[in-house]
């Protein structure tokens, strides 16, 4: 009796152990097959996360749920409690607000802007495609990218000027990976597309 306790007792403490951590939670938006040549192979109501996406966030510690495209604004209000933070991958999609992955995009940005503006933060990052539809986001859907060719291009970043005031990230950056960001070609650039500072 008493050693089926003891054994119930090591069970279920191995298993708080290994349920329970406190690596953040982040999200990453899906989107739909948007190469047409792919499109013949898989109907368009289906989605897909890249497995890169899913193995850096893990390799970097987190734990990965899926954000689908195409739901409500309370569903991303409910994904957003919920999450640590949301990831935006790069891919290839419409930049309309009103549907797939810009949709999604849109609906988060918004949220997280409106934790923002309350005080608190819920950080998304933007790769590729991803940044291009927070670009779009935070002007209510107005593509304001034109055609560019820069590839290959290693260069240091060259922030706005209230950058470093406003931006909680550069603010609490440690000055050392401040100064190489900002000196030396470290951040690498593939761009068919740009925005020109106005
Ligand atoms: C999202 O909505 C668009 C437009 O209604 C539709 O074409 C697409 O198939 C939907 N995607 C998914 C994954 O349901
Ligand atoms: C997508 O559409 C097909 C055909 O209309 C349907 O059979 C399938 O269940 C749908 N899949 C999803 C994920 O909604
Ligand atoms: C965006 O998609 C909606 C719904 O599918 C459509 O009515 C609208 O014309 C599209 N807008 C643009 C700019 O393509």
């Not at 689908?68 to 930049?95: H, Q, W």
Request: aromatic share 10%; glycine share 6%.
């Amino acid at each position: 009796m008493y050693k089926t306790v003891f054994h119930i007792l090591i069970l279920s403490f191995v298993t708080k152990l290994t349920i329970c951590n406190e690596r953040p939670v982040i999200g990453i938006l899906t989107q739909e097959v948007y190469w047409s040549r792919l499109n013949s192979l898989k109907p368009s109501n289906y989605s897909y996360i890249a497995a890169s996406y899913v193995k850096a966030i893990e390799a970097s510690g987190g734990r990965v749920v899926p954000v689908f495209t195409n739901r409500t604004t309370e569903y991303y209000k409910d994904v957003v409690k919920k999450v640590n933070g949301i990831l935006v991958p790069g891919g290839g999609s419409a930049f309309n607000i009103s549907f797939g992955i810009s949709q999604s995009t849109n609906e988060i940005f918004h949220i997280s802007k409106q934790i923002n503006d309350d005080g608190d933060h819920f950080p998304i990052l933007g790769i590729c495609l991803g940044f291009e539809l927070l670009l779009i986001a935070s002007i209510d859907g107005k593509n304001p990218l034109t055609r560019c060719y820069a590839h290959d291009m290693n260069l240091p970043l060259n922030l706005i000027p209230t950058m470093e005031e406003k931006s909680v990230l550069f603010k609490t950056m440690p000055k050392d990976v401040r100064n190489v960001l900002l000196t030396e070609p470290v951040t690498a650039n593939h761009h068919s597309y740009v925005k020109y500072s106005i």
